[in-house]
């Protein structure tokens, strides 16, 4: 199966960097999906999750509060302004994820309308990593 580079950059560093087989975005007009040799664009990210499909079909999720995000038939390049990676070894680091995220809402919770479906994302995903 076909893979792509995929890059997520906060102004804090590298939140993600490796190979996707798919991965779904939160675009101002929804969400939209991009797979290896999909056309170029450019477009602005709504407050979201992003799903990352990697090769052993497994899934991650990254919540963000917004963003802008270049593809390319290769690669995908995500900058955005706050992101929580929900992931950990263990319960614990699972917890501290979710935690982080949730802070995350809060803060954008005022001037976004779709901060309840996110939150219910998160802790859909919470669920499935326990």
Not at 53 to 71: A, F, P, R, Y
């Amino acid at each position: 199966m076909d893979k792509l580079k995929l890059e997520i950059l906060t102004p804090n560093g590298q939140i993600f960097n490796g190979e996707a087989i798919s991965v779904t975005l939160p675009g101002e007009e929804g969400e939209f999906g991009v797979l290896a040799h999909h056309f170029s664009l450019a477009t602005l990210l709504d407050a979201g999750v992003i799903d990352i499909e990697k090769e052993d079909k497994s899934v991650e999720s990254i919540l963000i509060n917004w963003g802008v995000v270049n593809v390319d038939e290769e690669k995908i390049i995500v900058l955005v302004e706050g992101a929580v990676a929900i992931r950990g070894e263990n319960e614990s680091d699972i917890a501290k994820a979710l935690e982080e995220a949730k802070e995350l809402i809060n803060s954008i919770a005022d001037s976004n309308p779709a901060i309840a479906s996110v939150s219910a994302r998160i802790e859909s995903a919470a669920q499935s990593l326990i």
